[in-house]
């Protein structure tokens, strides 16, 4: 069958020249004819280009769908980007502010440091400050936040010193219970702290806050340490403890003071 359609228009052809030459038909007849014959093969080839047209009209318009999508997920990812940042810049700012009004605010000389690192011991809760002897930072300074107090100066290097956290072991200060007065000592678990030594009779309530009592040296008196999280009474034991909730949030400490005069 496609053989035979693919004679038929030579045929025509030849048809057509040979009655032209001999003056049978006539030029409009000629014409007539030729369109009468070649149109069903005009009109396939028309339909068939109008496709093979949209086919690629509909795939270069899926191509510029694709390029505009993959540019709007990049403007978004970079918008993403942006207002991660400033509400990172926010935050710092935020923070800042409220260490140079506590920084104002306080009676000591104080030195403002930031976190650099954190100990390699994952047993450790110690980390480092960007700020050293040649600061006059010492060893047994006490470290401070707006939030309440830190911890204390371990060991200083020249430009950066490590810092004892209260929550770490090893830790140990003198505190005592907002309400009452009563008296005990904050002492590090490990990633948080226990308060100790504190007389039976001695009223306490979960939630009461714990402040310093100035009577250890090295920490200032009337600074927040934390509040009461779980009271724990033993039977027969001479001292009441309870486990603390500290008053700074160790996970998300980034800027501290150093008290260096008090």
């Known amino acids: 069958m496609p053989k035979k359609r693919s004679f038929l228009p030579l045929l025509v052809g030849l048809i057509l020249f040979s009655l032209s030459r001999t003056g049978v038909l006539r030029e409009e007849m000629i014409k007539s004819l030729s369109f009468s014959l070649l149109f069903p093969f005009q009109k396939a080839f028309s339909c ?26 990049r403007e978004l990812e970079r918008l993403k980007m942006e207002n991660a940042l400033l509400r990172e810049e926010k935050r710092e700012a935020e923070r800042l502010r409220r260490l140079l009004e506590f920084k104002e605010a306080v009676k000591f000389k104080v030195v403002a440091a930031r976190l650099i690192g954190e100990s390699p011991n994952p047993q450790s809760k110690t980390f480092y400050i960007d700020k050293g002897s040649l600061d006059g930072i010492k060893k047994g300074m006490a470290v401070i936040t707006p939030d309440g107090i ?76 934390g509040s009461v999280r779980k009271v724990i009474k033993r039977q027969g034991a001479l001292f009441i403890e309870a486990e603390v909730e500290p008053s700074v949030r160790f996970d998300r400490l980034e800027e501290v003071m150093v008290i260096k005069e008090r």
């Not at 371990?154 to 072991?169: A, F, Q, V």
């Not at 308060?195 to 009577?215: A, D, F, H, K, V």
Request: with cysteine; glycine share 12%; charged share 25%.
């Open 48 to 73: 068939f280009y109008g496709k093979i047209c949209s086919f690629f009209e509909d795939y270069l318009l899926l191509l510029d769908i694709k390029k505009e999508n993959e540019r709007l997920k």
């Open 150 to 225: 830190v911890g204390k100066v371990l060991l200083t290097g020249p430009k950066s010193s490590l810092i004892l956290p209260i929550i770490e072991r090893g830790s140990s200060l003198s505190v005592m219970l907002e309400d009452s007065g009563a008296r005990g000592i904050l002492e590090g678990q490990g990633g948080r702290c226990l308060l100790r030594y504190l007389p039976q009779e001695e009223p306490i309530r979960e939630g009461e806050r714990i402040l310093t009592t100035g009577l250890d040296g090295v920490y200032p008196k009337g600074f927040p340490v």
